[in-house]
């Protein structure tokens, strides 16, 4: 999206690395801002992020010319799938929970929070947070549907090694095809959430502009991730 140097930004300990970053967009300047630790991880919906040493905490800030709202999608087809191709180098064969989550062995090792700034009908900038489970360990709520790294590889990873590698891939050009590749759960049972409701569906994919097709009692549904949540 676009070809800019990026400066990088590491932090040992901060709120929330995409508060520092959406703190930093009047400097119009690519960055990316990376932290040991935070001390307010924020996850989508309003809920927190467990954000312990030993896991990677990325935000990267980009700025746009001309780059359409509806096309917004894209920014998470990149980062989910530079996330995938990341974990795929070191031989874990990730998933995409959609719309933001990474899963690895059906619990979450990655979530996303893209926080984007419009002009228009125009993205301007985005900031795209990474959260990534390497080392950390889990508080105990979270072990049913969390894991990291370390515990599917039986082994501790350099944090720095992967942000090098993710900085990276996240500099690549990704397709919808290349999130679809990764996406999970397709041809599964699944259950989705609509406010209090609880609606049992069979995942068809995603299109375009990255909302989930699903079949509901026998009918096809394209439904967007502020109508619906997924759960597996
Ligand atoms: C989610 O799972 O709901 C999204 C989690 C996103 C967490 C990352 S960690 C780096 C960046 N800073 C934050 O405060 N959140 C994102």
Request: hydrophobic share 40%.
């Amino acid at each position: 999206m676009n070809e800019k140097k990026t400066r990088w930004l590491r932090l040992e300990e901060v709120g929330s690395t995409n508060d520092y970053a959406k703190a930093m967009r009047h400097r119009k300047e690519d960055t990316l801002i990376t932290a040991k630790r935070q001390t307010g991880g924020r996850g989508t919906k309003g809920r927190s992020f467990s954000s312990g040493e030993g896991g990677l905490y990325l935000s990267k800030l980009s700025f746009y010319e001309n780059f359409p709202a509806k096309e917004a999608f894209l920014i998470m087809v990149c980062a989910a799938t530079a996330v995938c191709e990341t974990l795929a180098l070191y031989g874990f064969q990730p998933t995409i929970k959609w719309p933001n989550d990474i899963h690895v062995s059906g619990k979450k090792i990655c979530g996303i929070l893209i926080e984007n700034a419009f002009s228009g009908a125009f993205v301007s900038s985005s900031v795209v947070g990474i959260g990534l489970n390497i080392n950390n360990v889990l508080p105990d709520e979270l072990t049913e549907i969390a894991t990291t790294m370390q515990k599917e590889g039986g082994q501790v990873f350099s944090v720095e090694e992967v942000a090098k590698r993710l900085a990276a891939a996240l500099e690549k050009k990704w397709t919808v095809q290349d999130y679809k590749n990764y996406l999970g759960y397709v041809g599964e049972r699944v259950t989705l959430l609509c406010g209090e409701e609880k609606i049992s569906a069979l995942l068809l994919g995603v299109d375009e502009e990255g909302k989930l097709q699903a079949e509901v009692n026998g009918e096809k549904k394209v439904l967007s991730s502020a109508e619906v949540s997924l759960r597996v």
